[in-house]
C-alpha cells in the first residue's frame, strides 16, 4: 500500500471498501512511489483524516546487503530520514516564501496561503 489511486481503486473494487467506510479514518501507507502532498491528496478525497506515513523499508540499505548507499546504489543508507512536505511554495516559511521568517520579514497574509487542510506524519 503506497496511497496510490490504485491502492484505492483496490479498496473498493475487491474489498468493497467505500469513502463512506474511510471517511474520518487515519490511514497508514509506505511512502515511496509518489510524493507526500500526492499521497495526502488521494487520503483527502477519500475523506481520511489524517495519513500516516512510513519509509519502505525495501528502499533502505539493509545491512544484510552489504551493498554501499546512494550514489553508489540505489539503496538510501540505513539511517537516512526522508523529510518531505506538504506545501509546494519554494524553500522555508510559507507566509515568506524564499525569504528568512525574521521579526521585520513581510508576510503574506494567511488566508492568501494554500496551506494543507489535513494532517499527514512520517514515522
Same mark, same amino acid.
Given at each position: 500500500?503506497? /496511497?496510490?489511486?490504485? +491502492?484505492? $481503486? *483496490?479498496?473498493?473494487?475487491? &474489498?468493497? *471498501?467505500?469513502?463512506?467506510?474511510?471517511? =474520518?479514518? *487515519?490511514?497508514?501507507?509506505? $511512502?515511496?512511489?509518489?510524493?507526500?502532498?500526492?499521497?495526502?491528496?488521494?487520503?483527502? $478525497?477519500? =475523506?481520511?483524516?489524517?495519513?500516516?506515513?512510513?519509509?519502505?523499508?525495501?528502499?533502505?540499505?539493509?545491512?544484510? %546487503?552489504?551493498?554501499?548507499?546512494? #550514489? +553508489?546504489?540505489?539503496?538510501?543508507?540505513? +539511517?537516512?530520514?526522508?523529510?518531505?512536505?506538504? *506545501?509546494?511554495? =519554494?524553500? /522555508?516559511? #510559507?507566509?515568506? #516564501? =524564499?525569504?528568512?521568517?525574521?521579526?521585520?520579514?513581510?508576510?503574506?497574509?494567511? $488566508?492568501?496561503?494554500? %496551506?494543507?487542510? &489535513?494532517?499527514?506524519? %512520517?514515522?
Amino acid at each position: 500500500n503506497f /496511497g496510490q489511486l490504485a +491502492d484505492y $481503486q *483496490i479498496l473498493s473494487t475487491v &474489498y468493497n *471498501i467505500t469513502r463512506d467506510t474511510i471517511a =474520518g479514518k *487515519i490511514l497508514i501507507a509506505k $511512502q515511496f512511489h509518489l510524493t507526500a502532498d500526492e499521497q495526502m491528496s488521494f487520503a483527502y $478525497q477519500m =475523506g481520511a483524516a489524517a495519513l500516516l506515513l512510513y519509509p519502505d523499508p525495501e528502499h533502505y540499505n539493509s545491512p544484510n %546487503l552489504k551493498v554501499k548507499p546512494f #550514489p +553508489d546504489s540505489p539503496y538510501m543508507p540505513a +539511517d537516512a530520514v526522508r523529510h518531505d512536505s506538504l *506545501i509546494w511554495n =519554494g524553500l /522555508g516559511d #510559507p507566509q515568506t #516564501p =524564499g525569504y528568512p521568517a525574521t521579526s521585520y520579514a513581510h508576510r503574506l497574509p494567511l $488566508q492568501s496561503l494554500n %496551506l494543507p487542510k &489535513y494532517c499527514s506524519q %512520517l514515522i
